[in-house]
């Protein structure tokens, strides 16, 4: 525990504050303090060529912890661990020259005890620029309009050795700045970013149960339609007036037999047989529906019947 403290002073009072923190050793075996899930990342950049360096530990015997590592899309390491009770292992990543100015990325999963433990560290890989010292050999600060001068710039190490670079220089009257403060914007060069895509997600939680259909009953009503007046093809000038002889579709739950009364364009059209003109003779027992005698006679001297279909009237 860190502590600091403000002694009083004339007219306020003391005032003090508290910040808990972990003491430990990478050298150690041994777990600093009991904890399920311990993890810390030893570097945050690294040569190429050079380990990544991580701790991992659990307080619980026999603690298996799933390590992976990717770099550029893809995957440079995965491996399972088994941990004895409160021991810390130092893990390390190997990097090569090809991932240099690249990220690589570690990360460690553990479920215990309906717990999800995750963690994510990312590494730098890269050559930090060396130190480089700029003296200006030669120097004038004042010139005649028209006149050239050369002005000399010498680039060498800390250390005083040269140096291999490269120098970009421009020239401005400074005069203008009276008007408008002149500044240079820094030089930015782009760089490859791989985000992490390996890395695990989930929770542990508590989840209501759905129903997967609705099987209440529905007792709304169903209306019930009716068939439309048959106007015969009669028109009140409006689209519906004039379908009104159609009955419902064929989708309808409600079913009802076509009407048999037709226009004599429809029966024509249909092609159905004229009707037959018939007499009938009576006897005191039946009804035939054949001519004899007399009536033969008189059957056979009337006119044939009209082949044109009945018409209403």
């Given at each position: 525990m860190l502590e600091a403290t403000v002694p009083a002073t004339a007219g306020s009072e003391a005032v003090q504050t508290e910040q808990p923190f972990t003491l430990y050793s990478a050298a150690s075996a041994k777990l600093p303090l009991p904890t399920p899930d311990w993890f810390v990342t030893?570097?945050?950049?690294v040569l190429p060529g050079q380990p990544a360096r991580f701790l991992v530990g659990s307080s619980e015997a026999e603690a298996r912890i799933l390590v992976e590592a990717e770099a550029k899309g893809e995957s440079l390491r995965r491996e399972?661990?088994?941990?004895?009770?409160?021991?810390?292992?130092?893990?390390?990543?190997?990097?090569?020259?090809?991932?240099?100015?690249?990220?690589?990325?570690v990360h460690v999963t553990q479920v215990r005890d309906n717990r999800l433990y995750l963690h994510s560290a990312t590494v730098q890989v890269a050559t930090p620029p060396a130190p480089l010292v700029l003296s200006i050999?030669?120097?004038?600060?004042?010139?005649?309009?028209?006149?050239?001068?050369?002005w000399r710039v010498t680039i060498h190490q800390a250390a005083g050795q040269p140096a291999q670079a490269e120098l970009l220089a421009t020239l401005y009257d400074k005069s203008l700045d009276v008007f408008r403060a002149h500044s240079f914007s820094g030089l930015e060069f782009p760089r490859p970013?791989?985000?992490?895509?390996?890395?695990?997600?989930?929770?542990?939680g508590v989840e209501e149960s759905?129903?997967?259909?609705?099987?209440?009953?529905?007792?709304?009503?169903?209306?019930?339609?009716?068939?439309?007046?048959?106007?015969?093809?009669?028109?009140?000038?409006?689209?519906?007036?004039?379908?009104d002889y159609k009955l419902l579709s064929k989708n309808s739950r409600v079913r009802f037999t076509p009407?048999?009364?037709k226009q004599d364009v429809e029966?024509?059209?249909?092609?159905?047989?004229?009707?037959?003109?018939?007499?009938?003779?009576?006897?005191?027992?039946?009804?035939?529906?054949?001519?004899?005698?007399?009536?033969?006679?008189?059957?056979?001297?009337?006119?044939?019947?009209?082949?044109?279909?009945?018409?209403?009237?």
């Open positions: 030893l570097q945050d950049s399972w661990l088994t941990l004895q009770a409160g021991e810390q292992r130092v893990l390390e990543v190997p990097t090569t020259a090809a991932l240099s100015e690249a990220q690589l990325y050999a030669t120097f004038r600060d004042k010139l005649q309009p028209g006149q050239k001068e050369t970013y791989y985000p992490a895509g390996l890395a695990w997600t989930g929770r542990f759905n129903g997967l259909f609705d099987v209440e009953p529905n007792d709304s009503d169903v209306a019930v339609l009716y068939p439309h007046l048959n106007w015969w093809r009669y028109s009140l000038g409006n689209e519906e007036s004039r379908n009407p048999m009364i029966v024509i059209a249909a092609g159905a047989p004229a009707p037959q003109a018939l007499r009938m003779s009576v006897s005191s027992d039946k009804v035939s529906d054949t001519a004899s005698g007399e009536n033969a006679a008189e059957a056979a001297a009337a006119p044939p019947p009209s082949t044109a279909a009945p018409r209403l009237i």
